[in-house]
């Protein structure tokens, strides 16, 4: 176990709907990274936020958002859902943001129907 | 210029047999190149990294391979298992771009007892 957190585990929502999803970053680790991974595929990096603030983004739209908060958990939230959009959705947190090794969560199964 | 390719898709070898998994990268800014493993269900975990001014690692019974003017890196397993059935991710990042992965498409092993 890798100490990072993911809540909820699955989620059911509708085309057009908005979505929260949650990550708890291991203990003393500032820095955590979302990445999409849609079935059968490697993951792909949506962006990053270190103390706070977004440190890097990845080539999707801006309906994908995030926060991260003083105790460096984070959200990630996706407004008007798309049937493409459905994906397992990856945290993964590390000491800071010039470290290399990034530990992932469990994910975030996300279907759109 | 970011991509990442991995091959072969898939791979089925006897127990005790060695898994040859193998990347290449265009990108020659990407200075740290990990393995992951993952399992249905579940999000990935590190196995094995190497920075290129090394072209040999091993941990165990895994071993990253590294061909710096090829642009290659592969993975070894040694003596397999069927516990080693999964997927295997191989990545990049660099860490001027804030050390954000680059995955590639993913290896799903099979060890038959």
């Known amino acids: 176990e890798t100490g990072v957190t993911q809540s909820p585990t699955h989620l059911i929502k509708t085309r057009g709907q908005q979505v929260t999803l949650r990550c708890s970053s291991q203990s003393g680790h500032n820095t955590v990274s979302w990445y999409q991974q849609a079935l059968g595929q490697g993951p792909q990096f949506i962006f990053q936020y270190y103390r706070e603030e977004e440190n890097g983004r990845g080539n999707f739209p801006p309906r994908f958002s995030g926060l991260q908060f003083p105790n460096y958990s984070s959200e990630l939230n996706v407004n008007a859902l798309e049937l493409d959009d459905s994906a397992l959705y990856l945290c993964?947190?590390?000491?800071?943001?010039?470290?290399?090794?990034?530990?992932f969560g469990p994910g975030t199964r996300l279907t759109v129907l | 210029q970011q991509q990442v390719k991995q091959s072969p898709q898939s791979l089925i070898v006897q127990k005790g047999g060695i898994p040859i998994i193998n990347c290449a990268y265009e990108?020659?800014?990407?200075?740290?190149f990990p393995w992951y493993q993952q399992f249905p269900g579940k999000g990935p975990a590190l196995l094995i990294a190497?920075?290129?001014?090394?072209s040999e690692k091993k941990e165990g019974r895994f071993t990253i391979s590294f061909n710096k003017s090829a642009k290659q890196f592969s993975l070894h397993i040694m003596d397999s298992q069927p516990g080693d059935s999964a997927t295997y991710f191989c990545?990049?990042?660099?860490?001027?771009?804030?050390?954000?992965?680059?995955f590639g498409g993913g290896t799903r092993l099979m060890v038959k007892p």
């Open positions: 993964a947190s590390r000491q800071t943001r010039s470290t290399d090794t990034q530990y």
């Open positions: 990108n020659t800014a990407f200075d740290y």
């Open positions: 190497i920075r290129p001014d090394v």
């Open positions: 990545a990049a990042s660099y860490s001027n771009a804030g050390n954000m992965l680059t």
